[in-house]
């Protein structure tokens, strides 16, 4: 009786030090995903298999279960050369196998892009190579594609192919104009006349939006979308006439200011010279050294002052002279009608001879 208690103890402390389904599940490490450079065909720039491939791993990177190494990380683990070595090996599986196996990861993500034309076709493609299978394989066609879309969407087929669930990255840019028929771009295309009835869908990020209309200011600004944001935009625009009278408005402003400063100068200018004239005459009549020196000197600052001040008036003066004239000229050229249209009369003269006769009609 004493062995079998003894052995069953023994048992249950060796059931008690082996762990959990659970806690190994928890402690499993993630998948080690390694982004390739993308792959390019057609009239793509070079330069965008880095680019792309970035992209595509920031994407990927939302997955919860994977460890993402970019070409910056596989370059820092293997080295300049033996990376370029490997670059090519997208499409030989034992290739894979090998670089796979030199980074320590079991998953590769690949991508192509070929433009032909007007047509962008971008591929990503996640590969288990333990066991030679491809995971996950997601397209996406463009047409007239920027830089930016391209980059856009290599980011949202990698982040569908790590996790299996598609990405949205737009918002919606709402412009609201007060003025009918004015002229609406957003980053450099047009979006019609307003009142525009659609709202425009666009990447997240910052985006030039531009309003046009005869007769009115050019209006523009930038705006920040975010991805699933909805971002109004309410435009007013400025009649160009205002802006002439406004600008006529400052014109007799600055004008009477400067008659006013040329009106105080003078006063100025006559009230001093008149005391260095009396303190002049008050040195020639002392009789005390100290008293003429004082007089003398007190003589000159008045005339400076009074020199100065006339300065100042002039000056004034002129300016506003130049200011009300224009002011003026303005309020004349704003008051008359519109011209009309010059229009030469052709005149038949003896012997089969044509004048052109102009007129103003």
């Known amino acids: 009786m004493k062995r079998f208690a003894l052995a069953l103890a ?10 959990s389904p659970s806690v190994k599940s928890k402690a499993r490490p993630p998948h080690r995903l390694a982004v390739l450079d993308f792959t390019l065909a057609g009239s793509a720039h070079p330069d965008l298999a880095r680019v792309l491939a970035d992209a595509a791993a920031s994407g990927a990177a939302a997955a919860p279960d994977l460890q993402v190494l970019s070409q910056g990380d596989i370059s820092a683990m293997l080295g300049l050369e033996k990376t370029r070595q490997m670059l090519g090996c997208t499409d030989d599986q034992g290739c894979m196998a090998e670089l ?98 659609e709202a425009s869908r666009v990447l997240e990020g910052p985006h030039s939006i531009t309003v046009q209309k005869d007769g009115y200011v050019r209006w523009s600004t930038t705006v920040m979308v ?28 600055w004008g009477w200011v400067s008659a006013g400063v040329a009106v105080a100068a003078s006063g100025s ?4 010279g008149a005391k260095a004239n009396q303190s002049y005459d008050a040195y020639k009549l002392a009789s005390v050294r100290t008293r003429a020196v004082d007089l003398h000197d007190q003589a000159q600052q008045q005339a400076t002052i009074s020199n100065v001040s006339w300065a100042v008036a002039g000056v004034s003066a002129l300016a506003a002279g130049g200011l009300l004239a224009g002011a003026l000229l303005q309020d ?30």
């Not at 200018?269 to 001093?272: E, K, L, S, V």
């Not at 704003?334 to 009609?361: I, R």
């Open 269 to 272: 200018a006559a009230y001093f």
């Open 226 to 253: 975010q991805a699933g944001q909805t971002v109004p935009v309410a435009v007013e625009l400025v009649p160009v006439l205002l802006l002439g009278e406004a600008a006529r408005s400052r014109l007799w402003t």
């Open 332 to 361: 004349a050229a704003a008051a008359a009608p519109p011209q009309s249209k010059t229009t030469a009369v052709p005149v038949l003269l003896p012997g089969g001879a044509m004048l052109a006769v102009g007129g103003t009609f």
């Open 100 to 197: 796979a196996g030199a980074l320590d990861s079991d998953r590769l993500l690949s991508g192509s892009l070929t433009i032909l034309e007007r047509t962008s076709l971008l591929t990503v493609k996640m590969l288990d190579v333990k066991r030679s299978r491809t995971l996950a394989r997601v397209t996406a066609t463009l047409l007239d594609a920027t830089e930016r879309e391209l980059v856009d969407a290599a980011r949202r087929l990698g982040h569908e192919a790590a996790t299996g669930e598609k990405l949205d990255t737009t918002g919606v840019v709402r412009v609201a104009v007060d003025r009918a028929g004015a002229t609406v771009t957003l980053d450099g295309r047009s979006l019609g006349v307003s009142p525009l009835k």
């Open 10 to 19: 023994l048992l249950s402390t060796s059931a008690l030090a082996q762990p």
